[in-house]
């Protein structure tokens, strides 16, 4: 079963530019979700999909992130402008199921970017 | 605010010894408790997980020790070996609402097995 893929991998680029995320989950899976990993911290989230509509994006800076989910599969997350704290590995991750808090969740490897 | 408190941030071990690392949470509406494990330049994977309606969960060398009336639970990494070497999370997710699955994460131990 292929994991969850991610692109690009790394990226570098310089604030007040922009930059996009793009993820393609576990076949089948209703549920993605991005997820914001600072170095040296646990992952945040930043907004829950179920299939193409967003059930949770509370914690997503709505001035400068934007996302959406094509046809309830892939998904793209973009940053515009980026400023210097936005420097962190983004985590695509999908699950099977709806409705259930027992979940796995599955990451991909995450896109690195840097704000310089 | 940290919703799942972990300690402790770093951890040095012995080959073979016990690793144990620590979590703590205050919502009582959390209903499951999974680990996860991190090596460097990769995503989290599982590693283990648990219900509150049972103690203690064991899969192979690692265990996971809950206390639901402390609402503390532990992972124990026993016979430690250096390929366990990784960073791990405690998480929490919680049953009902708009929020359904959401893992909320701590900060993280990263593991350090000597040979």
């Known amino acids: 079963e292929a994991g969850v893929a991610q692109s690009p991998r790394y990226k570098i680029i310089e604030k007040r530019q922009s930059v996009a995320f793009w993820c393609n989950p576990i076949?089948?899976?209703?549920?993605l979700y991005w997820y914001q990993q600072i170095l040296g911290q646990g992952p945040k989230l930043l907004i829950q999909?179920?299939?193409?509509?967003?059930?949770?994006d509370s914690q997503l800076p709505k001035d400068r992130f934007s996302a959406e989910r094509l046809k309830g599969v892939d998904s793209t997350l973009k940053i515009q402008p980026a400023k210097l704290e936005d420097s962190a590995v983004y985590l695509c991750?999908?699950?099977?199921?709806?409705?259930?808090?027992?979940?796995?969740?599955?990451f991909g490897e995450g896109s690195w970017l840097t704000v310089v | 605010q940290q919703q799942v408190k972990q300690s402790p941030q770093s951890l040095i071990v012995q080959k073979g010894g016990i690793s144990i690392i620590n979590c703590a949470y205050e919502?009582?509406?959390?209903?499951?408790f999974p680990w996860y494990q991190q090596f460097p330049g990769k995503g989290p994977a599982l590693l283990i997980a648990?219900?509150?309606?049972?103690s203690e969960k064991k899969e192979g060398r690692f265990t996971i020790s809950f206390n639901k009336s402390a609402k503390q639970f532990s992972l124990h990494i026993m016979d430690s070996q250096p390929g366990d070497s990784a960073t791990y999370f405690c998480?929490?997710?919680?049953?009902?609402?708009?929020?359904?699955?959401?893992?909320?994460f701590g900060r993280g131990t990263q593991l350090t097995v000597w040979p």
């Open positions: 991750a999908s699950s099977p199921q709806t409705g259930y808090s027992g979940n796995t969740i599955y």
């Open positions: 076949s089948g899976h209703a549920t």
């Open positions: 999909f179920q299939n193409n509509g967003v059930v949770d």
């Open positions: 919502n009582t509406a959390f209903d499951y």
């Open positions: 648990i219900r509150p309606d049972v």
């Open positions: 998480a929490a997710s919680m049953k009902g609402g708009s929020t359904l699955g959401r893992l909320y």
